[in-house]
């Protein structure tokens, strides 16, 4: 056999073993041009078959080997919707005078239609009336089974029953396609291979998916010698012959390699289907050739159909306890989000929580920045950066491993954490993710033969990588593995994932629309608290003016008591005009647009420092700027009140003979931090929350130069239009420090 390159096991996964212009010698192939019947390539055995040699057979129409008769009903037989049915057609030939039956085996490429045949059997009713009741007894057996094992065993002695074969095992992949027999029956002498597992490189990917399209794939003998197909290029594509679904199709040489190392002649091989995916097979084999006539493979092959129906439905019924408890988790994580005030609350607080609905040891929900930790999990900055490592890497809704650090090898160092990790993407772009732990456990897994590629020495020294010949038991020590994620814990995460979202959007809608009902809530008091505040001024003024006139006018009517009394009600005048134009300015900032541009906060603060400079002379205190303050982003007027009222309180609020005040920043600050530092009167740790609420003062009206309790207020609501945040840590008779964020200039 001619290959356009050495195969061994380090490119056997990409040799084309769907084209090999080779047939295995069992049966004779033609290649047909469906138009007119003309034969374009045919298998160089026709002589041993028809007695005639490919020249004589090739550009020739069927008709040299058919009948009329026969042509007719072959005709009809390719106008059928699915040409699958009709398989297999019996054809007779004459040869010599002699009628031959063929069982013919046809299948459509594009415009070529490909003509397998083989050798008719003789007995073919009595295997058929034989065979119809040992798969209708196969077919109860597999029906009343429970359990994927119960069934896989049934099948397996069922097959074995049917064929003959010394050895039917069922073989089941992983999810990484290793294979493990899980079902077995065998002749007494031969060693079991029950339970072991085989390397996905046995059955690479190409093989794989040949499995998944066909149903069944038959090999005699394997020491047969290929029929070569001839032309070896197709006249109509110039293209090797396509063999994908080809019963004939010649054997790879590294498959024969490896089963002549397992001491093997021939072997059939049934695929199971699952969801349109291989999910295992029925392996047969014998020590000597052995051919399975068709309608034996056609039983075997409705069983294999079966048997995937069965072994679907029982592995879906199969942990039944633990999907209704996995979906009752599921539906009480919903209804706890819905509820609790934060939805991560919902997920980590209550029982069942994010833990119980995996059958995880620790859990992670990253959510706008912000880690929140359950179990046991590793340090927050691994999972920092372990998600930088998922962002750049998975483009999935949802990652799943058992053996994290075979993908991402700096998860050894905590393999006894995180071994094993489920992560769902709630939003990539805004790092948003919530992960799930399990720990290493560590296993001992039987092979059959050592599962690593041994190299070889050829005859001319060089190496070559080929299959093991040793399939006796070995055993190995499995590491850095975890417990496997079941399927419905999987599909359990996906669903928390799209209620994670719509909840979400939801709470991002309430947001927006209470957003919307605040801003027009706050328009509306502010233009309430103007007109209150304007409108309040004229009657307040009228009682100012109309007490200094009974003073002025009425003065030597009036004992000095009454004096007193209207004096005071000057006094109060004052105040409350005082306090309706702080009202007035705190309302105004909430209509007022602000003028941001770079300022520099050195000019806007020695202005105020020049404003003040009366009273920092007449106090004594003394001023300490520790270092240049920087440039930032903001509305220069409006930070610039926030400096006089912040400074103004500090000089005020201070008995001490040798006073202070600091004005400063902390560098690398994100964003920055400024702070006004003085040693004056402090402030009890009670009073702090309440410090900046309008007109709250902790002393009397005229102690320590008097005020209306508005400024603080005033200094909040202008850093927070800024985006920032506005705070004071204060030792009672020592001083107190305010401090509030800006943001640093684009």
Same mark, same amino acid.
């Given at each position: ?74 005709? %009809? ?48 009713? +009595? ?19 429970? !359990? ?16 003959? !074969? %010394? ?12 294979? $493990? ?17 085989? =390397? ?38 110039? *293209? =090797?012959?396509?063999?994908? /679904? ?87 994580? $919903? ?7 934060? !939805? ?34 590793? =340090? ?12 750049? /890497? ?57 599962? +690593? ?18 399939? *006796? ?112 300015? !705190? ?30 002379? *007449? ?6 700027? =520790? ?21 103004? /309180? ?11 005040? *600091? ?23 009670? +009073? ?25 207020? $005033? ?32």
């Amino acid at each position: 056999m001619e290959f356009p390159f050495p195969v061994d096991l380090t490119n056997c996964d990409r040799e084309p073993i769907h084209i090999p212009s080779y047939i295995q010698t069992h049966g004779v192939i033609l290649a047909l041009q469906e138009s007119d019947l003309t034969i374009l390539q045919v298998s160089d055995n026709t002589i041993h078959f028809f007695g005639l040699y490919p020249e004589e057979l090739l550009n020739q129409s069927l008709s040299i080997l058919l009948e009329p008769e026969q042509i007719g009903f072959f005709v %009809d037989c390719l106008k059928q919707e699915d040409i699958q049915i009709v398989n297999p057609i019996e054809i007779t030939i004459n040869i010599s005078q002699v009628n031959n039956i063929f069982d013919a085996i046809v299948h459509r490429l594009n415009e070529i239609v490909i003509l397998e045949l083989e050798p008719h059997n003789y007995e073919k009713n +009595h295997v058929y009336f034989r065979f119809y009741y040992l798969v209708k007894l196969a077919v109860g057996k597999l029906q009343s089974a429970k !359990f994927v094992t119960e069934v896989s065993q049934i099948i397996a002695h069922e097959v074995r029953i049917i064929t003959g !074969f %010394d050895r039917v095992m069922v073989y089941r992949f992983d999810e990484d396609w290793n294979g $493990i027999v899980i079902a077995e029956d065998k002749q007494d002498y031969l060693p079991s291979y029950l339970d072991l597992h085989y =390397p996905a490189s046995d059955i690479p990917k190409q093989a794989r998916e040949l499995y998944r399209q066909n149903w069944l794939r038959i090999i005699p003998d394997v020491d047969y010698q290929p029929s070569a197909i001839v032309p070896t290029l197709n006249p109509l594509t110039n *293209e =090797p012959l396509d063999l994908s /679904n080809s019963v004939l199709r010649s054997v790879s040489p590294i498959h024969v390699e490896y089963m002549h190392n397992m001491g093997i002649k021939a072997s059939m091989s049934i695929s199971l289907i699952k969801n349109n995916q291989l999910w295992g097979l029925i392996a047969c084999h014998h020590q000597t050739p052995k051919y399975i006539p068709y309608e034996i493979r056609n039983a075997c092959e409705f069983l294999g159909q079966v048997t995937s129906l069965e072994l679907a439905t029982k592995e879906d019924n199969e942990d039944s306890e633990s999907k209704i408890q996995v979906k009752s988790h599921l539906a009480k994580l $919903i209804e706890y989000m819905s509820v609790d005030k934060s !939805f991560i609350d919902g997920l980590i607080n209550q029982q069942p929580n994010l833990l119980d609905l995996v059958n995880a040891q620790g859990a992670t929900v990253c959510f706008n920045n912000e880690f929140y930790l359950i179990g046991n999990t590793p =340090p927050q900055q691994d999972i920092q950066e372990l998600l930088k490592w998922i962002y750049k /890497n998975v483009n999935e809704d949802i990652f799943y491993t058992n053996s994290l650090s075979k993908s991402y090898p700096e998860a050894e160092k905590y393999k006894n954490i995180a071994s094993g990790l489920i992560v769902i993407s709630i939003s990539k772009t805004q790092n948003k993710y919530v992960l799930w732990f399990r720990p290493e456990v560590i296993q001992t897994v039987s092979w059959g033969g050592n599962p +690593h590629k041994a190299v070889e020495v050829t005859q001319n020294g060089s190496l070559r990588l080929s299959p093991r010949k040793s399939f *006796e038991l070995w055993k190995e020590i499995v590491r850095l593995t975890s417990l496997p994620w079941k399927s419905y814990e999987i599909n359990a995460a996906l669903e928390l994932r799209n209620a994670i979202i719509s909840m979400v959007v939801r709470k991002a809608d309430e947001l927006v629309k209470l957003n919307i009902e605040l801003e027009r809530s706050n328009k509306e008091l502010d233009a309430f608290a103007y007109i209150a505040s304007h409108d309040l001024k004229e009657p307040l003024r009228g009682i100012h003016n109309y007490s200094n006139f009974l003073i002025e006018d009425y003065a030597e009517i009036l004992d000095e008591e009454g004096k007193n009394k209207l004096r005071t009600l000057i006094r109060l005048t004052i105040r409350m005009e005082d306090l309706i134009d702080s009202l007035l300015q !705190f309302s105004r900032l909430g209509r007022a647009d602000m003028s941001m541009q770079q300022t520099d906060l050195n000019a806007v603060v020695h202005r105020i420092l020049d404003l003040l400079s009366a009273r920092i002379e *007449e106090t004594g205190v003394k001023i300490r700027i =520790p270092k240049p303050l920087p440039i930032v982003y903001c509305d220069r007027v409006q930070i610039g009140e926030v400096f006089s009222n912040l400074i103004t /309180n500090a000089i005020k609020y201070n008995d001490k003979a040798d006073r202070w005040v *600091e004005i400063g920043y902390i560098e690398n600050s994100e964003p920055l931090k400024f702070y006004i530092r003085d040693n004056g009167i402090g402030i009890r740790e009670k +009073h702090l929350e309440v410090i900046f609420r309008i007109f709250k003062r902790l002393h009397g009206p005229s102690k320590y130069g008097g005020g209306t309790g508005a400024g603080l207020t $005033i200094a909040k609501k202008i850093v927070e239009r800024h985006e920032g945040q506005i705070w004071v840590e204060s030792t009672y008779g020592e001083g107190s420090t305010f401090y509030f964020t800006l943001q640093k200039p684009n």
